[in-house]
Every structure is written in C-alpha cells, then in structure tokens.
C-alpha cells in the first residue's frame, strides 16, 4: 500500500502547497483536497498497516494541519479587495 500511496500523496503535498500559495481564492478548495487525499491516505493504512505509510501520513498531516491553521488565522476579508469606482 505504500507503494502505492507514496506518489500521490508527495504529489498532494508539493502541488498543494503551491496552489496554497500562488492562488489564495482557491485555498479552502485546496485545503479540502489535502484533507481528502489525508482520508484516503489513512484508509490505506487502516487495510495494510506499515510504519512507512504511517510516517508519509504524519508528514502530509504536519502539512495539512499547517495550512489549515494558517487558513483560519488569515481575515477573510483580506483575501478579496473591493473595487471601487472613482468617479
């Protein structure tokens, strides 16, 4: 299962931390597919226990949770500026 979980779930973390990054409108939809590919990851390790998933998973879930604490200490309101017509 590691094998074939380890991929995927580096590929999560590197594409979701730049899509985190680079598109900050996108963010709750990204922190929502981190925290699907953490489910999926956990299910794997659940049908075949392994100390290496079990350590690829603490590693995604260091990054998720860092992200996700970052998502909800950032005012909202920040993220999208009003436009407004000088006239």
């Known amino acids: 299962m590691f094998n ?15 899509a ?5 409108e996108r963010r709750f939809r990204v922190l929502l597919t981190l925290t699907l590919f ?3 990851g956990a299910y794997g390790h659940t049908a075949q226990p392994d100390t290496a998933l079990f350590g690829l998973l603490s590693v ?15 005012p909202q ?6 436009r407004v017509r000088r006239e």
Do not use: D, N
């Open 20 to 24: 985190y990054l680079r598109f900050p």
């Open 38 to 40: 953490q489910l999926v």
């Open 4 to 18: 074939a979980l380890l991929l995927p779930l580096l590929f999560s973390m590197a594409a979701g931390s730049y």
């Open 60 to 74: 995604h879930l260091l990054v998720v949770v860092a992200w996700l604490g970052h998502y909800l200490q950032t």
């Open 77 to 82: 309101g920040s993220l999208r500026p009003e």
